[in-house]
Every structure is written in C-alpha cells, then in structure tokens.
C-alpha cells in the first residue's frame, strides 16, 4: 500500500511510503518483486508523489540490500524502534529515501485531509 509519508512535516505531503507486510517464505526474490510493485505504483498515484520514504529494521539485511538495489539510500537511523521476534531487545530501523523522479506537487485537499 502506497500513503502518505508518516515522517513528512506537512499536512499535504509530497514523500509517500510504501507500506509492506511480507512473510519470511517470500524469499529474497519475491520481496525484490514486492518492490517493483511498489515504486511502480507509487510513481503513477493520483498526488504524485516526489519520492518515496521506507522503514527497515537492521536485521532484516536482505530486505535492506533488496531496497539500496531498488536505488533506495539510508538516510536516517531510529534506535530502539522496535522489537521482532526471535531478536532480544530494541531493534534499530533505517529510513531509506528514493526519488521517483516526479516534480512534486501536493494531493488535492478534501475534507479528510483538512487540518
């Protein structure tokens, strides 16, 4: 699913973030393909979307090789975000950015989204 970045500082933001719940059996491929999917689909949304913002926790390494192939970066580290399972303790997550090459240009206001 494709939404407006959570980490944006505006009520109209121009950054999306693909959000993704896989499965361990996905395997490296079908998480690749997931990808795909997903910066397709958010290059051709309706707010056109500057680029795209997405989480991923440290151990999850072939996830975060799969994203910087898609042409992500990190850009920001968050200590302590989370806890998975099978992994003591607080998990650090990445940010990792990727521009969609689309000039930005806010969505359309509607109620729902009127501060």
Not at 23 to 46: E, F, K
Not at 74 to 80: G, L, R, S
Request: hydrophobic share 45%; charged share 15%.
């Amino acid at each position: 699913m494709v939404a407006p970045c959570m980490y944006a500082r505006s009520p109209r933001p121009t950054l999306c973030s693909a959000l993704v719940v896989t499965s361990p059996r996905l395997g490296d491929q079908g998480w690749r393909d997931v990808i795909d999917v997903a910066m397709d689909t958010a290059g051709r949304a309706p707010e056109v979307y500057s680029a795209c913002v997405m989480d991923v926790f440290v151990p999850c390494v072939s996830r975060m090789l799969a994203l910087r192939d898609a042409g992500f970066v990190i850009t920001a580290c968050i200590p302590f975000a989370g806890k998975l399972a099978r992994i003591p303790g607080y998990t650090a997550s990445y940010l990792m950015y990727k521009d969609l090459g689309n000039i930005p240009q806010p969505p359309p206001v509607s109620h729902s989204n009127v501060l």
